[in-house]
Structure formats: structure tokens, C-alpha cells
T-cell receptor, first 114, second 113 residues
Framework: DTGVSQDPRHKITKRGQNVTFRCDPISEHNRLYWYRQTLGQGPEFLTYFQNEAQLEKSRLLSDRFSAERPKGSFSTLEIQRTEQGDSAMYLC????????????FGPGTRLTVL | KQEVTQIPAALSVPEGENLVLNCSFTDSAIYNLQWFRQDPGKGLTSLLLIQSSQREQTSGRLNASLDKSSGRSTLYIAASQPGDSATYLCAVRSAGTASKLTFGTGTRLQVTL
């Protein structure tokens, strides 16, 4: 069990560009979550997958954001036409509904939009 | 809408002291509550999870309690060490939600030598 991994760890982009982040959950965890965290705040929920199905999306997830988990394993989060307000840490977590539902977090991807 | 508040926002204590971090939530209909630790610029490390039917959980020098009816939880850290310096976050999973967590803004703890 290698834990939740995220790639890249850091991303700097110019306003208007598209970015994509990847999350690899703990193997056999069927639940996967994306959160966003800005400086000095707690993480805010973005979206949730159970296997490959996206079951919940926050209103924070505007039309420019899309997430996928095509085979129920890794997930990608894409932001189109990035804005400076998108600058944040994007955190991925996974859990198993067979256990205590403890969510295990990855190291995050820090996005800076110039 | 569930709201989670953590007090104090920041805390500085000398090494060896016992301390208590507080978390309150507005909707007592929760499924569980989880405490996390976050080091600067890093992801979150799960410390303790308390199910709604439980009153407390212990792990080493950490003890978390839950009073669901009053919407409160505390994290007790015994014999604090400089390595405990971090931000501590409380998060609740509300009943009826598809597992999403609602977080507080955290308590930034510094343990001095």
C-alpha cells in the first residue's frame, strides 16, 4: 500500500491555459474525492466518485472543471481556461466502503495561475 | 448547511504541556468526525475517526472526544512535542451526504522548546 499519489506536485500556468491533474488512489479503494484548499482555509469538497460513477459535484465545480475516473482506478481533474482565482492546492483522497470510511489524502497539487 | 468552526485559530505552547483543540459543528446529524494533521505545504494525515455512535477514540498521545448532541469535538494532545507543530483540521461527514467531508479552518499549533 503506497498511499494516495498525485501528479504533478506543482503546476504554474498562465491565465487561459488548460491544466490536468492526476490522482492514483490507494489500490482497491472504491471511493475517490477531490477537494480544493486555499491559503489559511480548510479543504472544500469538489466532487466524489464511487468506482467510475461521479455521484456528487459541488457548486464550486464550475463548467470549466471536469473530473473523470474512467476505469474506477485513477482519476483526472481538468480545469479549462484557468483564472487567477483557481490558484489553490488541489487534494485527492480515497476511502473504502468496506472499512471505516476513513479518507486518506494525497500530497496535493499546488496550482499557480499567473 | 453544515458549518464547522475551530477554536483557537492558533496556539503556542511550551514542550511537555497537555493541550486541547476544539471543534464545533452546526448540524448534529453526522455520520462521523475525523481529525487530520497538515504540515505546511503538504497533504493531510488522518489522525482519528470517531463514528457518530462513539464517544471517543485514542491513538498514542492523542484522544478525541465527540458530543454529537451539542455539536462538539475535542482533540487532546498529551505531553506535547516540537514535532507536533502543525495545523490540525477537524472534518465532519454529515448524514445523508455521499461521503464528502466539511472541514473547519484549522488550528495552527506551535510547540516550542
Amino acid at each position: 500500500d503506497t498511499g494516495v499519489s498525485q501528479d504533478p506536485r506543482h503546476k504554474i500556468t498562465k491565465r487561459g491555459q488548460n491544466v490536468t491533474f492526476r490522482c492514483d488512489p490507494i489500490s482497491e479503494h472504491n471511493r475517490l474525492y477531490w477537494y480544493r484548499q486555499t491559503l489559511g482555509q480548510g479543504p472544500e469538497f469538489l466532487t466524489y466518485f464511487q468506482n467510475e460513477a461521479q455521484l456528487e459535484k459541488s457548486r464550486l465545480l464550475s463548467d470549466r472543471f471536469s473530473a473523470e475516473r474512467p476505469k474506477g482506478s485513477f482519476s483526472t481533474l481538468e480545469i479549462q481556461r484557468t483564472e487567477q482565482g483557481d490558484s489553490a492546492m488541489y487534494l485527492c483522497a480515497s476511502s473504502s466502503d468496506r472499512h471505516t470510511d476513513t479518507q486518506y489524502f494525497g500530497p496535493g497539487t499546488r496550482l499557480t495561475v499567473l | 448547511k453544515q458549518e464547522v468552526t475551530q477554536i483557537p485559530a492558533a496556539l503556542s505552547v511550551p514542550e511537555g504541556e497537555n493541550l486541547v483543540l476544539n471543534c464545533s459543528f452546526t448540524d448534529s446529524a453526522i455520520y462521523n468526525l475525523q481529525w487530520f494533521r497538515q504540515d505546511p505545504g503538504k497533504g493531510l494525515t488522518s489522525l482519528l475517526l470517531i463514528q457518530s455512535s462513539q464517544r471517543e477514540q485514542t491513538s498514542g498521545r492523542l484522544n478525541a472526544s465527540l458530543d454529537k448532541s451539542s455539536g462538539r469535538s475535542t482533540l487532546y494532545i498529551a505531553a506535547s512535542q516540537p514535532g507536533d507543530s502543525a495545523t490540525y483540521l477537524c472534518a465532519v461527514r454529515s448524514a445523508g451526504t455521499a461521503s464528502k467531508l466539511t472541514f473547519g479552518t484549522g488550528t495552527r499549533l506551535q510547540v516550542t522548546l
